[in-house]
């Protein structure tokens, strides 16, 4: 396991760790508004007569909102929550791989939905890379 610190100990000491908390809110702001537009973009397929499938509509809805709830863990953590700060750190690792791998599974969704929400989660990977930074070392 390795040596991290505490979100409260890393926001106290290091600048290095504030300028992290800062890219790691901005990451979760970009994923949010990205998340809103891929919702934006099944609507106007289905408005336009193309087929959107009850997986696309739920998931449309879905990762916006937790979108949400990732920004406000990651101001949380900012804070010096380390349980929001661990939080984040493992759906950040799980999120993108199980939203990618699903979306390759043939027939669960068309091509430009899956390239659409693998574009969603660039800003989530960020955000795993962020967590797992020098920012975050003893």
């Not at 099944?42 to 979108?67: D, E, K, Q, S, Y």
């Amino acid at each position: 396991m390795e040596n991290t610190l505490t979100p409260q100990t890393a926001a106290a000491t290091t600048p290095a760790a504030a300028r992290a908390f800062g890219k790691l809110v901005t990451s979760f702001k970009v994923y949010t508004v990205l998340s809103a537009l891929a919702l934006t973009g099944v609507a106007a397929m289905a408005v336009t007569g193309h087929t959107v499938n009850t997986f696309m509509w739920v998931r449309g809805v879905l990762l916006p909102l937790i979108a949400i709830l990732l920004y406000r863990m990651s101001l949380n953590a900012a804070r010096g929550s380390q349980k929001s700060f661990d939080r984040v750190r493992t759906l950040t690792l799980i999120m993108p791989i199980a939203i990618i791998v699903v979306d390759l599974i043939p027939g669960v969704c068309p091509l430009w939905y899956a390239a659409i929400q693998t574009v969603c989660m660039i800003p989530v990977i960020a955000a795993a890379v962020i967590t797992r930074g020098p920012a975050f070392r003893k």
